[in-house]
């Protein structure tokens, strides 16, 4: 490896050459800093000073590039300089942006700036250039499981796309749940009457793209490898098994309808003529058309009920706690199928809530004109007998009621077919709904087969649907490389579903593309860096395997980690949990952060000038920072701010090493964790609180007041909050006095 050669670079644009000496900022990176290449520049982000950065790169040999300017958020492309280490140190947002201009505080100003100086000179100084992941695979192939619309669609657009795809369907066909439907719900105007449901072109486009190779009457028997390398076992029901290699994976494994027999208050099972949504869609394909005929003796249906979260939003615990989303306009569509066929029918829907995602009012309004009427009301019996009697509260005029029918129709709702889940201890835990994902013994069978250690499927919810946040990493699974679409997801209508499966086959095609980089998938896109180990340091405490959210670390024959770098997320989090701290990444280590906590100028005790070490997210809590700083929302000059990749990767020695340092307080900014967590990587945040949680009796221990040290949860949009903790942070260290670890 070459010798590092430091350049350093101070900007004066953007009114900080008015507010900071940066004749004085160039003297610290040179003398203390130990830069060799130090310049400033009127405008550093311009033409002119991004090609004296190059020059300087090309024919100086500058191989680290420290930039004092604006935030590392800001003008990413300027400073992209490939081949070199870099690191940015935030001058203006992280300065003179969050400090008054006062002749009163230009000196304790000038001080952070020096500061932060000085740690971007740190970090640079012990930086590696990331290489390529010499173990990544090439393959670029697309693997869809699942043949209903979600998987066809991904396929579809994958295709389109340029790539090869490979289409897995357990049963004997295409289709899924879209292929039982008699019309669907219409996804454009006018919103007036059900639609075709456009199966047979969507299949004859299939079958027609020689991109695509589809496996019917076929599952998924194993899944090995990562992203660019995926190994897939596919079993076919006759006998017989193939391996392919494909490079992302797409789960479309879609869902069940939850059990009506679940429901025998509503006369689930009690009844042949109470029936659910999709039983209703298999009387309407029968009669096409013409009218429909009740199960129990054929005879022409005159009067028809519907009752709307059936087992759904139930605060009882008893049945689906969730509302399924396309329910509502289901029920509308299937009571035109009567009114259509016949308009003296009968049609009642009882609803305590109606809701038409993605066509207004429009379609109930037709539903309206058509003669189908709307009830509000919450039924609470379903009497069998040769005319069915339907018991409810109206509450419109808070009344009981009873309404007779030849069929009663319950939307009951979606279960994902998730597979199984393995929980901390090894057992799988009792999901709602879960067991309609079950084979015909009443076993929960696995979609994927997985071989990592965490478990054969993708983890869920507390509902059973696979954890794919909905805001920080739509489609991203815990697992890299494999993308969840439609139903197994969330609850959603098939017009959600074609969107949902479009987005996921984007997911799939970006991480096949960055696998066969070296690159890192969401939320580092394009990150070099993978973990290095040093394996004679490593006491096999299994604290990274165990911890890892992605299942990117198993182990050896002689229980060593064994690290997959190509479904490592880049988190840091193994770095966080190793006690012996012999995990690191080339760009970012336990030393490219404790050094930046060393390199801060802490006063003696007599100075009465605090220093608070901030670790901050850079995923939420730095942006929220920056943004507050837009927005010249001042905190105190006293804090230093380090971002870290993730909370989950802080390791306790830049704890202590501040706290013996002399630092007043040291403050942990993450994202939210629990179950609506809003951490990228799903368990980072958690995993630092739990760290920090015990930090306590080392506090006590070296005579500290529990106070100095704080974790919290702050949101990307905590544009107010997250200078205000640091505030009161400053306030805390003002009351219990300075640290009596000064110097």
């Not at 879609?254 to 009387?283: N, R, T």
């Not at 960055?514 to 340091?537: I, K, M, Q, T």
């Not at 700083?629 to 704890?655: D, H, K």
């Amino acid at each position: 490896m070459a010798d590092i050669k430091i350049g350093a670079y101070v900007c004066k644009g953007c009114g900080l050459g008015e507010r900071l000496n940066t004749a004085q900022l160039m003297t610290v990176a040179q003398r203390e800093g130990k830069a060799q290449v130090v310049r400033e520049h009127e405008f550093l982000c311009n033409g002119a000073g991004v090609a004296m950065i190059r020059q300087d790169i090309e024919k100086e040999g500058v191989n680290h590039v420290v930039i004092a300017a604006c935030s590392r958020r800001a003008k990413t492309d300027a400073f992209g300089f490939e081949g070199v280490a870099i690191s940015r140190v935030n001058l203006r947002e992280g300065v003179i942006w969050v400090q008054p201009d006062t002749d009163e505080v230009k000196e304790i100003t000038q001080e952070m700036a020096a500061d932060y100086v000085r740690m971007g000179c740190a970090e640079s100084a012990r930086m590696n250039i990331p290489q390529i992941n010499p173990g990544h695979g090439n393959n670029k192939r697309i693997l869809v499981v699942g043949g209903g619309i979600s998987g066809m669609t991904s396929a579809v657009e994958a295709a389109k796309a340029g790539y090869e795809v490979l289409l897995v369907e357990k049963t004997a066909a295409l289709g899924g749940w879209l292929a039982k439907l008699h019309r669907r719900v219409p996804f454009h105007e006018p919103y007036a009457d059900p639609i075709e449901t456009g199966m047979p072109a969507l299949l004859k486009r299939i079958e027609s793209d020689k991109r695509i190779t589809v496996y019917l009457n076929s599952v998924v028997s194993r899944t090995s490898g990562a992203p660019g390398q995926f190994s897939i076992d596919i079993s076919k029901e006759s006998g017989g098994t193939t391996t392919e290699n494909v490079g992302a994976i797409i789960m479309a494994s879609g869902f069940e309808p939850y059990d009506v027999k679940k429901l025998p208050e509503l006369g689930g099972g009690k009844s042949p003529d109470v029936v659910d949504q999709a039983g209703l869609e298999q009387l309407a394909r029968a009669a096409n058309g013409a009218p429909i005929r009740r199960p129990s003796d054929g005879r022409e249906i005159k009067s028809v009920v519907f009752v709307q979260c059936a087992g759904q939003r139930d605060e009882t615990g008893k049945n689906l706690p969730y509302c399924s989303g396309h329910c509502c306009n289901t029920s509308i569509k299937q009571a035109m199928y009567f009114k259509d066929s016949n308009p003296d029918v009968d049609a009642v829907v009882v609803y305590t809530d109606l809701r038409t995602p993605g066509n207004g009012e429009d379609f109930y309004r037709s539903a309206q004109r058509k003669g189908v009427i709307f009830t509000k009301g919450k039924v609470s019996e379903v009497v069998p007998g040769a005319e069915l009697q339907v018991k409810f509260k109206d509450l419109i005029l808070n009344d009981d009621a009873v309404a007779k029918a030849d069929l009663v129709v319950l939307a009951t709702g979606m279960v994902a077919n998730s597979g199984v889940d393995i929980d901390a201890a090894g057992g799988t835990p009792n999901v709602e709904g879960q067991d309609q994902a079950a084979a015909g013994d009443g076993k929960v069978v696995s979609i994927l087969n997985l071989t990592y250690r965490q478990g054969k499927d993708l983890p869920m919810l507390r509902y059973g649907f696979n954890d794919s946040h909905f805001i920080c990493f739509p489609y991203e699974t815990r697992r890299t490389g494999i993308y969840s679409c439609g139903p197994v997801r969330r609850p959603m209508d098939i017009v959600q579903a074609t969107e949902d499966a479009t987005g996921a086959a984007l997911k799939a095609i970006q991480a096949a593309e960055n696998a066969a980089l070296g690159r890192a998938a969401h939320p580092r896109s394009g990150d070099l860096s993978f973990p290095a180990f040093r394996r004679e340091g490593c006491t096999q405490c299994k604290r990274c395997t165990v911890e890892c959210p992605f299942g990117a670390i198993d182990e050896d024959e002689q229980r060593y980690p064994l690290f997959n770098e190509s479904r490592c997320r880049r988190c840091g989090t193994c770095m966080g949990a190793c006690p012996v701290r012999v995990i690191s990444f080339e760009n970012y280590s336990v030393d490219t952060v404790g050094y930046q906590v060393k390199a801060v100028d802490v006063p003696d005790q007599f100075s009465e000038k605090p220093r608070i070490l901030v670790l901050a997210c850079e995923n939420d809590a730095y942006p929220a920072l920056d943004m507050a700083a837009m927005n010249r929302i001042q905190y105190s000059a006293f804090a230093r701010v380090v971002p870290v990749r993730c909370l989950g990767s802080v390791n306790t020695i830049w704890i202590n090493d501040a706290l013996t340092a002399g630092y007043d307080g040291v403050l942990l900014m993450g994202c939210q964790k629990g179950e609506n967590y809003q951490c990228h990587f799903v368990k980072g945040s958690e995993m630092a609180h739990y760290r920090m949680s015990k930090i306590d009796d080392t506090l006590k221990g070296m005579s500290l007041e529990v106070e100095r040290v704080r974790t919290c949860e702050v949101a990307i949009t905590d544009i107010q909050r997250a200078p205000k903790i640091i505030n009161e942070m400053a306030e805390t260290i003002q009351k219990i006095g300075l640290s009596p670890m000064k110097f």
